[in-house]
């Protein structure tokens, strides 16, 4: 499928629309935390059983970003968001089927390895294509993109919770749950596979330019120290982040169990979509202050701001709601933040050459933090579960792991330098067509 090339007089800003239509679906996966009560009632599997599908999906997401990275480069956004419209919805229809006949391996199957091709081919497909389209203000391109993974559990989170009371939280109604999901979000997507366009070779007006600047090859980027300081600035940052959100409808219940105002099921979907709208906002919001402040600055924000934050929720423990509340919309927004900066900061160091190829890399390191996030906290709840322990003190120590990761993170922000230029890639390379 050859990308197709917008014709002239075409409006940049009809891209975003294309591309949110395609993450606003894949989005969902934040809400995954809406199902894994359900689950664990209707399959009798424990939180950290319960939490494999999600995982699998965001290491999924990763690995195939990073191996078809190249592809989206070369095929365009169209082919990259068809792909992603097809795994996406093929993993719920799995995962429907699964839970009708409980079989819990074909939901791990169908939502993790399936569904994760999708969302990690889905995720970078628009990526490039907007920061050809928006090279005055990359931060806000992708921000504006990227925002919709992050809002996506927005819609997601109350429109399952409600389609589970409808439907009944046994596997029957959960299996019910997936097939709407599977056929809604086909018909979603479909909208930006047909909307989406390249730019031409050139254009002006504040479009599309040619190539210019520092420019590094996917290959040569991975050689250099500056990618892998921000692999682990983007593991730590996300590690943060995604232990909290897969567990965040039980976690908020967990937390003030042993409180006078104990958390309703409703009001944990409640949560959940709060932390969407905060992770949507972070995306957004912080990565276009990135173009004001500078990437650099934003990560020592995003990093040191959000140990900060751990540190609160860890020393006040279930005293105060809104406080805890607070702390976590705060977290979950540099979390979407980091996600949306990273491509732009990926482009002030290794130019728009080959940048989709090279942030489909550096997704791995959303794998690695997609399986360490929820594995420290279920993997601790549940330990201290077993031994007695309740409320809030199921996640004393996971908070201060995070800390200790976000500092982590910090330092190898600050180890980050611009690119040697024995990487970059020689002039006659840097008029390579934008289309590629």
Known sequence: MSPPVAPPGWS????????????????????????????????????????????LAIVMLGLSAAFGGTFVERNGPRWAM?????????????????????????????????????LGIGY??????????????????????????????????????????????????????????????????????????????????????????VQVSANSALRTPQFWCLWVVLCMNVTAGIGILEKAAPMIQDFFADSSTPVSVSAAAGFVALLSAANMAGRIGWSSTSDLIGRKNMYRVYLGAGALMYAVIALAGDSSKPLFVVCALVILSFYGGGFATVPAYLKDLFGTYQVGAIHGRLLTAWSTAGVLGPLIVNWIADRQEAAGKHGAALYGLSMW????????????????????????????????DVQQ
């Open 82 to 118: 068809t792909v992603s419209l097809v795994c996406f919805s093929s993993g719920f229809l799995l995962s429907a089927l699964g839970a009708w006949t409980e079989q819990y391996w074909l939901i791990v199957l169908g939502y993790g390895f399936v569904g994760g091709i999708g």
């Open 124 to 213: 970078i497909s628009p990526v490039s294509t907007l920061m050809k389209w928006f090279p005055d203000r990359p931060g806000m391109a992708t921000g504006i993109a990227i925002m919709g993974f992050g809002g996506g559990a927005l819609i997601a989170s109350p429109w399952s919770a409600r389609m589970l009371e409808g439907f009944g939280s046994d596997s029957t109604g959960i299996a019910q749950a997936f097939l709407v999901h599977g056929l809604a979000y086909a018909v979603f997507m479909s909208l930006g596979v047909l909307l989406v366009r390249v730019p031409r070779a050139a254009e002006s007006g504040g479009g599309p330019a040619p190539l210019s600047g």
């Open 12 to 55: 940049r800003w009809l891209v975003p629309p294309a591309a949110l239509s395609v993450h606003l679906s894949i989005g969902q996966a934040y809400a995954w935390s809406v199902f894994k009560p359900a689950l664990e009632s209707a399959l009798g599997l424990s939180g950290t059983q319960s939490a494999l599908p999600f995982q």
């Open 401 to 432: 792991i995070m800390i200790g990761l976000l500092v982590v993170g910090f330092v190898a922000n600050e180890l980050v330098r611009p690119v040697h230029t024995r990487h970059h890639v020689p002039a006659r390379k840097e008029t390579v």
